[in-house]
């Protein structure tokens, strides 16, 4: 049993429709660095503790409020940078469907396998963190 050669000519991609999905890919990559869901300008959406505190007085409520901020915030951040990371990563790996992955330019190659190593580090980051408990609330 291989595959027979209708089948085989069914899942051979394209060059033209490889090269429309990069360029629509790389169009994604371009809008979302101009957006304001850049992995960079979501990091520096921030508001201090203090900005919800009133002076020396204990207010329990405000300090809650700034630490599920916090939370959500460094959530969103580590989503606009892994979203950001694999987009790049399916230009990478188109390019490489087209061409051939050794065809394609060491500094690709090795960019696409720092990608992949870096958002498996996010997920291992994010799996660490829910079997430790830190973020043991239902919405996240």
Request: hydrophobic share 35%.
């Amino acid at each position: 049993g291989g595959v027979s050669t209708a089948r085989a000519a069914n899942l051979e991609a394209s060059g033209e429709a490889l090269t429309t999905f990069m360029k629509r890919v790389d169009t994604v990559l371009r809008d979302l660095e101009a957006s304001a869901g850049n992995p960079t300008r979501v990091g520096a959406q921030t508001i201090s503790k203090a900005s919800l505190s009133s002076g020396s007085a204990a207010f329990h409520e405000a300090h809650d409020l700034y630490e599920q901020y916090h939370a959500v915030h460094e959530r969103l951040t580590k989503l606009s940078k892994t979203l950001h990371l694999q987009i790049e990563a399916i230009g990478i790996a188109v390019q490489g469907a087209h061409r051939g992955f050794s065809n394609l330019e060491e500094e690709q190659r090795q960019r696409f396998w720092a990608i992949q190593t870096e958002v498996r580090k996010l997920l291992d980051e994010k799996q660490r963190n829910l079997r430790v408990g830190t973020q043991g609330h239902d919405w996240q």
